[in-house]
């Protein structure tokens, strides 16, 4: 359910071309004669792109002079076009100029083309799981289309994603290439197979599939029914060679070595003054007055509200003593800990900085320790000074992710008491989705404010320093600026928070106090048993072995499984196994979704699986998790991140306790190693079925509402109102369709999702759905309700009133809008189910501080489920208190289920 802003790609030299043929009519020049038709209308599309994308990093990419490796392989390739207008080559430098002033990032790479630039950041990307738009009217950018990237021609206003290629091309983004290595393309002089045209090229693809499958079966070209399919094969055996060319010259390349990452690309500031002065060469009028009154409103602004910046840096006692006067003085102070290190438990402060009205900070230096640092004030009797104000609870305190400061302080006998807000938190409340929410973005989204960045003072890379290790003029103003920048996000965002009661209660009587629970759970950590951890990894490798030895007797030899390469080349070429689908480069797929249906039917493919599976939980967790013990506590510690999930839901890292597999044996074998000290018990509450209740809830439904008021298998009710049976003649195939169906409405799953998860025809699935929505009405009117709210509101909102946007829900792309169709209806009940958690992990932290010390810890949180440990004698008066805490958490229409087992570990308690 994570949403961040689509990376946008704009292809430069197509829209060159299309915008100065396209403005050629109109003869645009300034007085002096000059053209300036492609300038006007290329500034005008990134104009619209950026407006209509303000949080997104737009990119141009323009082809480089010269030729490509496409002319080493084919001289004739676009050799038959003329050479470029001399009106279009003078247009081409200012275009680049007005990109730069603009702060868009613009790459023009040696040796290959705008579009393998293109498709390289956008594998990239979806690596990353970024989604991406790729601006461009070239028709070879369809291959690059997935379910993380789509087409867009701004000139004709219009989106494709995969099924919009489809319905304009005939065949899947994965058969492009093909399509084109048949048809050719007469723009890119790429021959194709002489005689073959739209029509035929996606009879023979649809019917049979690309080139390599038609080269190995060319008998299954006589059955099909269109024109020439008799001499078809003979002809294309004919023409193999040229036909192998142009499937080389049309493919795209996504692994070009550029000299920028993805991770570097970002938005600069506009060169206002540089801008200016092209508009103005250009004659762009309106563009100039639009520019001059922005300025004139940003000076208006400026003088209304001036920010006079001055940050001190604190390096007597008498400066010390001032500041600790100031901060007592002060309604609210902003606050920051500059540490040598992300690891909260190991972490020591470097330094504090402190801001008590915008512009007025300073910083406190303790432990810069590089050859030729200033004297600094004593780190322990600084703090010791520090210590009364920073754990008096009626200073008032703001700061940003302030969870890591109250750990780190903890390093060092300081428990941080007075936190009023915590601007990375009234952001998440306000909307999870607009940004992400760390203080560098934040700062630029909602004060325009470019912040400097810890790169900017530390570096990057392996030589990056750690903060003690920085100058000190340039640590003051860094983390001054850090406090600064904070109290002003806090005045900017707090004023939208407070306007909306369940927003303001949602921060500060849910996210707020769940910051401190976790913060506890940080600390506490979770014990695990190393030496079972090893024992099982030295039984994973066995198994990888025997898998590893199958697997060559299979494919008759030996080869790496992990490699794709190669076992493209075993599955596909020396086993013979359907290419179900295709990468971007046109090479057979062997991602988990192909291999899952081709398990069905292979051997090979499931072995690979499994061998995929044990590896990385070897390697996730098995060998990782005993080197992650902190010597300090022996315990393992993982963090908890709030403003991550677009829903509410938590995430955790190091390690990602959500995330290790229940569904297997080896799985369940590792919460094995999840145990409790001597003398104590693993206690595991979970909340049975929430989302299909809080969908009872929602929807009203009588059905659904009275099979959970009477305590009904709520898979084996559905099964028998579905299949019009009695409850006990449902067969555990019935019950496990009828699963599948409750769960999948949840998620939005189409007749063809359910069908291809339940294995059977699609028709079937159809009618299941039918007739669930048939026995279960109101299901059906909360959905199109919840739509149709979703389109006028923008959002969607939990039962407690936090909203989740849907930024696609009126896209002209069907895709992106189904897809954010799907999320309203989900997030309602993945958001409420991850509030109600929240909510009961507070109730339980409050039980917990009047319980006698140390008989019970709240340890780790995973999904809907909780894990204590508790001591032994204690067990049984716990545990009715654990249930009712959770089971009171939301008042519903139907009773909440919570589940709690006991054991020596999680797996035997869970």
């Not at 903890?410 to 306000?430: K, P």
């Not at 959970?708 to 006990?728: L, N, Q």
Request: aromatic share 6%.
């Amino acid at each position: 359910m994570t949403q961040t802003p689509p990376l946008i790609l704009v292809d430069g030299s197509s829209y060159l071309y299309r915008a100065f043929f396209a403005s050629q009519q109109a003869d645009l020049r300034t007085s002096h004669g000059e053209p300036t038709g492609a300038i006007r209308v290329v500034t005008n599309m990134l104009r619209s792109l950026l407006k209509q994308y303000p949080d997104s990093i737009v990119s141009v990419v323009f082809d480089a002079k010269g030729k490509s490796f496409r002319n080493d392989l084919y001289p004739e390739y676009k050799s038959h076009r003329p050479p470029m207008p001399d009106d279009l080559r003078s247009q081409i430098e200012p275009i680049h100029q007005i990109i730069q002033a603009m702060g868009i990032p613009l790459l023009v790479i040696d040796g290959v083309e705008a579009d393998d630039v293109i498709g390289t950041l956008a594998r990239q990307a979806t690596e990353l799981q970024i989604d991406t738009l790729i601006s461009s009217g070239d028709k070879d950018m369809a291959q690059l289309v997935s379910d993380h990237v789509t087409l867009m021609d701004t000139m004709k206003d219009q989106l494709t994603d995969r099924q919009g290629v489809i319905d304009k091309f005939g065949v899947p983004p994965e058969l492009i290439i093909d399509y084109l290595a048949l048809t050719g393309d007469s723009s890119d002089n790429i021959p194709g197979m002489a005689g073959v045209g739209e029509k035929t090229a996606v009879a023979v693809l649809q019917g049979v599939g690309g080139i390599d499958v038609i080269a190995e079966h060319p008998e299954r070209i006589a059955e099909l029914s269109f024109r020439g399919a008799k001499t078809f094969a003979a002809r294309f055996k004919e023409q193999e060679a040229i036909i192998r060319l142009s499937h080389q010259l049309a493919t795209i390349k996504t692994d070009v070595e550029l000299p920028v990452s993805l991770t570097c690309l970002r938005r600069g500031d506009i060169q206002k003054d540089a801008l200016l002065a092209l508009y103005r060469q250009f004659e762009f009028k309106n563009l100039v007055q639009e520019l001059e009154s922005a300025e004139n409103a940003a000076v208006k602004t400026a003088e209304a509200e001036p920010v006079a910046v001055h940050y001190e840096t604190i390096l007597t006692e008498a400066q010390l003593t001032n500041w600790l006067e100031k901060l007592q003085q002060a309604e609210l102070f902003a606050f920051d800990t500059e540490t040598n290190s992300l690891d909260y438990m190991q972490a020591r402060i470097v330094g504090l900085s402190f801001a008590i009205a915008p512009g007025e900070a300073a910083y406190l230096p303790l432990a810069h320790d590089y050859l030729g640092a200033p004297a600094q004030l004593d780190r322990e009797e600084s703090l010791a000074r520090l210590k009364p104000l920073l754990e008096d609870p009626s200073r008032l305190k703001v700061g940003q992710h302030l969870k890591f400061d109250r750990n780190v302080l903890l390093n060092h006998g300081i428990e941080l008491r007075g936190i009023a807000f915590d601007t990375m938190l009234e952001s998440y409340v306000l909307n999870s989705t607009a940004s992400r929410h760390n203080m560098d973005d934040l700062a630029k989204k909602y004060l325009n404010y470019t912040t400097q960045t810890f790169e900017d003072v530390a570096g990057k890379g392996v030589k990056q320093l750690t903060f003690n290790q920085v100058e000190l003029d340039k640590a003051a103003f860094y983390a001054a600026e850090d406090a600064d920048i904070t109290l002003r996000l806090h005045q900017a965002l707090w004023p939208q928070v407070e306007k909306e009661a369940a927003l303001k209660s949602l921060l500060l009587e849910m996210e707020q106090p769940l910051a401190l629970v976790l913060s506890d759970m940080e600390r506490t950590g979770a014990l695990i048993d190393p030496f079972l951890l090893q024992n099982q990894s030295q039984q994973i490798e066995i198994r990888l072995a025997e898998l590893e030895t199958q697997a060559h007797e299979i494919a008759g030899g030996a080869f790496n499984l992990s490699s794709t390469k190669q076992l493209g080349e075993v599955l596909f070429e020396k086993l013979q196994l359907p290419v179900i689908k295709k990468t971007p480069k046109g090479a057979p797929s062997t991602a988990e979704e192909v291999l899952q249906e081709l398990a069905y039917d292979y051997p090979l493919p499931k072995l690979i699986l499994e061998h995929r599976s044990l590896s990385k939980l070897k390697s996730t967790y098995t060998d990782k998790l005993p080197q992650m013990i902190c010597a300090k506590t022996g315990r393992v510690h993982t963090s908890y991140h709030q403003a991550v999930t677009a829903t509410g839901r938590l995430s955790s890292t190091d390690p990602n306790l959500q995330n290790i597999p229940v569904r297997t044996e080896e799985g369940r074998r590792i919460r094995q190693a999840f145990v409790a000290e001597p003398g104590y018990k693993i206690v595991a509450a979970d909340y049975s079925q929430i989302e299909l209740r809080i969908m009872a809830h929602l929807s009203e439904d009588a059905g659904l509402l009275d099979a959970f008021a009477h305590g009904k298998d709520i898979h084996r009710a559905t099964a028998a109102e579905i299949m019009g049976i009695e409850p006990e003649a449902v067969t555990s195939e019935q019950r496990r369709n009828a699963k599948a169906i409750n769960f999948g409405l949840i998620y939005g799953m189409s007749a063809f999702g359910l069908a291809k998860q339940l294995g059977i025809p699609r028709g079937e699935a159809q009618r299941y759905m039918d007739r669930y929505f048939e026995r279960y009405p109101g299901v059906l009117s909360y959905m199109e309700r919840t739509r149709q709210q979703a389109e006028q509101a923008g959002y969607v909102e939990t039962i407690f009133g936090r909203r989740l946007y849907l930024p696609d829900i009126k896209s002209k792309n069907m895709g992106l809008r189904k897809a954010a169709e799907r999320a309203a209806i989900n997030a309602p009940m993945q958001g409420t189910a991850a509030d109600i958690i929240k909510r009961a992990m507070i109730k339980l932290a409050d039980w917990i501080q009047t319980c006698d010390k140390d008989s019970i810890r709240m340890v780790m949180q995973v999904h809907d489920e909780l894990v204590f440990e508790v001591r032994e004698d204690k067990v049984d008066a716990y545990l009715p208190v654990i249930r009712q805490c959770m089971a009171e958490a939301a008042n519903l229409k139907v009773s909440l289920d919570v589940g709690i087992g006991v054991g020596e570990n999680w797996e035997q308690a869970h």
